[in-house]
Every structure is written in structure tokens, then in C-alpha cells.
């Protein structure tokens, strides 16, 4: 049975051929630690992170590319700029559409002493910027947003968000998990002073990359300090970008991947890949909404969202319908909370969850032709 892969919300997949090829050539001829002496393979090594950077600041508009460090995903650099910058007293303001990688550490920052307003967004996930200005204190020191829902897809207007933070003095942070790869980020002409960014999903790239960009001026503590390869002679941690967020061996073979992955989505275009989606995207709204029983969440048309579409069958389990769209169909989707109970609290589905369907670069319209018919058939069946 061909397998139609439809989660590249949780991780793309597959990947281009150039990102298996460009893990598999550092493991297996490259090696080396980067940063740690002077050798060729460490400065092979070094190389492959550099062009890494300067890679994802082209893409970003980030002017010095060391202002980007590497982290494990975009939850570690959430953690990062969340903690590494908020201190008790401070407020910060987020969206009730937050994933759990925001929703949680502002769980333990509360708890010592950080303010939280989560802005209500509409059910379908939409937010009007003016209750962001309205939730301003004199203490906000942060407005953290995604920049689209992992549940609804809607996407963020974090162009206003970002002019609504500059004027006020406040540091704007945007969670850009389902949208760096798919959508144009400009963290110059977005004023983001923080933009946390995951390697494994629209970017493509191996599992275990992602990153954060600290705009330059901005002082950040650590989360972790140690080996970084420079000022060894010192205990304290190097004050400078990245060593200052980057201790310890990091995953250069991954790393390697997601540089493939980021020149591949360079080369395609963003607004190619996003067209294809978008296009995709509607053609699944139109066929799902026809179908009696089903019910759609997020917005209603293609253009206000990323290519994420979460529905139920009425009265028929949803973890239910992902596993007869998986067993019987090959049609990969993922059910239940999707990490995010704000959002699914905001949408109206906490108790029940929802089926997510999620598109990627690799998906086809003859794809989307299959699943609407397999969606039709278990609705027929069971509605
Ligand atoms: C909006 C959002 N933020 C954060 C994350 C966490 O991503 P990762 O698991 O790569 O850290 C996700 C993953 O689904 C997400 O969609």
C-alpha cells in the first residue's frame, strides 16, 4: 500500500534526496568536531556550521549570521529566550493559540514570579493585534507569538505585532516552527528580536536541528554553559554569539542535513512551495466540506493559513478515524491534543481533540484526490 504522508506538521517527510545524501557524506567521510582545535576535519566541521548560518540568515534576513546558534529543536530555543530573558516581575504576552513548547515554560516562569496574559484568539484561531496593545502593562518586557497554529494553521499577523512591540519598547519573540520554510521571514522588516526556528520540519531537515536568532545588543543568559571551543582559559562562558548559546559537541552531521534542506528550499522559492501548498490546501478544505459529518476547524479559506487542517467526524472518536485512515488507507494524519490545549480550548475541541492533516512540499493533488475519498468512505460508514 503507498503510504500518503500527511503530519509534516509534526516533522517533514521525506526529505530531498541532498539532505539524506549530505548526513550520510559528514558521517561517513567528513567527521570532526567543530571548533575543538585546529585540525582539517575540525575546520571541515566548522565550515559545515558556518554555511549553515549564513545559509538560514539569508533566508531570515538576519544581518550577522553568528547571532544564530544551533539547538537541539525549536522547543530548546523557546526555552532559551523564554528563560534566558524573562525575569520575575517581568510580563510577557502570548497568544491562546501558544504551543506547549511556550505554554509550559511560562508554566515554571509564573510559578517564579513572571506575569502571563494569553490574548484570546477567535475559534478559528485568529487574533486582532489591537487586544495584544490593549494587554500592554508597564512591565511587558516580551510579546512571544507563534507565527502560525500547529492545530488550525492560521497564521499571525506578526507584521503588526512586531510594529505594536517596537513602538512600545518590547521585545518581540515569534515561534516560527510551522512556518520557516513555507513563508517569507524578515526579521529586520518584522522587527523580531528573537526568532526561534526548527530544523525538521518546512526547512527540512534531519530531526535534532533547529536554532535561535538574537538580535545583536540584546542580553541573554544561557540555559546551559561549557565546551565551546573558545576562551578556554576562562570560566566564565563567552559573552560572545553563538559560543554564548552553544556548549557542548553540537550536531554537525544534522546540521550538514539541514543545510541541504534550507539550500533546497532556497532553490525551489518560497512563494513556489507556498503556492503548491496553499493550492493543495484548498482543494482539501473544498472536498472535506462537502462530506456530511465532517466537521473543519481554522479558517475558512487556504490563504489565512499554512497547510494544516484539522476536522472530526462527528460522533466517531478522532483517534479512531486516524487509525483506520492509517491502517486501511496508508494515509499517515495525527490525532488528539497536537501539544497544544490552549489552542485546542480556544478552537473548542479540548475534550474531543481532532484529526490533523498536514501537507508538505512532497504531497500531490492525486494525494489529496485519496484521502478526501477515504474521509468520504469512513464518514459514509460511520456518521
Ligand atoms: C508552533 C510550534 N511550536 C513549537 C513546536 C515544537 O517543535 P519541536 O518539537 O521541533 O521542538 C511545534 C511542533 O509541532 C510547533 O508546531
Known amino acids: 500500500m503507498r503510504v500518503i504522508y500527511l503530519d509534516?506538521?509534526?516533522?517533514?517527510y521525506p526529505k530531498p534526496e541532498s539532505v539524506y545524501e549530505a548526513v550520510d557524506r559528514f558521517n561517513r567521510y567528513q567527521g570532526g568536531n567543530p571548533g575543538r582545535g585546529a585540525s582539517s576535519k575540525t575546520l571541515a566541521a566548522g565550515s559545515v556550521l558556518m554555511e549553515a548560518r549564513e545559509a538560514l540568515a539569508k533566508l531570515f534576513n538576519v544581518k550577522e549570521s553568528s547571532h544564530i546558534a544551533f539547538t537541539l529543536n525549536v522547543t530548546e530555543a523557546l526555552n532559551v529566550g523564554l528563560k534566558g530573558i524573562l525575569e520575575p516581575g517581568d510580563h510577557v504576552i502570548t497568544t491562546s493559540m501558544e504551543h506547549n513548547a511556550v505554554a509550559r515554560p511560562l508554566h515554571v516562569l509564573r510559578k517564579k514570579g513572571v506575569e502571563w496574559t494569553a490574548v484570546p484568539c477567535h475559534p478559528d484561531g485568529s487574533l486582532d493585534p489591537e487586544e495584544v496593545k490593549k494587554a500592554i502593562q508597564p512591565n511587558t518586557r516580551m510579546i512571544c507569538v507563534l507565527h502560525a497554529s500547529n492545530l488550525t494553521g492560521t497564521i499571525m499577523p506578526i507584521d503588526e505585532l512586531g510594529r505594536i512591540a517596537k513602538n512600545n519598547g518590547i521585545i518581540f519573540l515569534v515561534d516560527s516552527a510551522q512556518t520557516a520554510g513555507v513563508l517569507s521571514i524578515d526579521v529586520e522588516a518584522q522587527n523580531i528580536d528573537i526568532l526561534c526556528f526548527t530544523g525538521h520540519k518546512a526547512l527540512l531537515g534531519p530531526q535534532g536541528t533547529g536554532g535561535i536568532y538574537v538580535r545583536p545588543g540584546l542580553l541573554i543568559t544561557p540555559?546551559?554553559?561549557g565546551g565551546t571551543g573558545s576562551k578556554s582559559e576562562f570560566l566564565e562562558q563567552p559573552e560572545m554569539m553563538p559560543d554564548l548559546l552553544e556548549s557542548g559537541t553540537p550536531n554537525t552531521p544534522g546540521t550538514a542535513g539541514l543545510l541541504a534542506g534550507v539550500n533546497f528550499v532556497m532553490s525551489q522559492g518560497l512563494e513556489r512551495i507556498r503556492e503548491h501548498e496553499q493550492k493543495?490546501?484548498?482543494m482539501l478544505i473544498s472536498g472535506l466540506k462537502e462530506i456530511p459529518g465532517v466537521e473543519l476547524y481554522g479558517p475558512e479559506h487556504a490563504a489565512s493559513r499554512t497547510a494544516v487542517v484539522p476536522f472530526n467526524i462527528e460522533n466517531v472518536d478522532c483517534g479512531e478515524?486516524?487509525?483506520?485512515?492509517?491502517?486501511k488507507y496508508g494515509i499517515v494524519t495525527r490525532s488528539g491534543l497536537h501539544c497544544a490545549p490552549l489552542a485546542h480550548g480556544t478552537v473548542g475541541t479540548l475534550k474531543k481533540g481532532?484529526?490533523?492533516?498536514?501537507?508538505g512540499y512532497f504531497t500531490s493533488v492525486d494525494d489529496v484526490e485519496t484521502v478526501i475519498k477515504a474521509v468520504y468512505e469512513i464518514a459514509r460508514e460511520r456518521y
Open 223 to 225: 540555559l546551559k554553559e
Open 354 to 359: 481532532a484529526v490533523r492533516m498536514s501537507l
Open 321 to 327: 478515524v486516524s487509525l483506520i485512515l492509517d491502517q
Open 8 to 12: 509534516n506538521a509534526a516533522t517533514s
Open 280 to 282: 493543495l490546501t484548498e
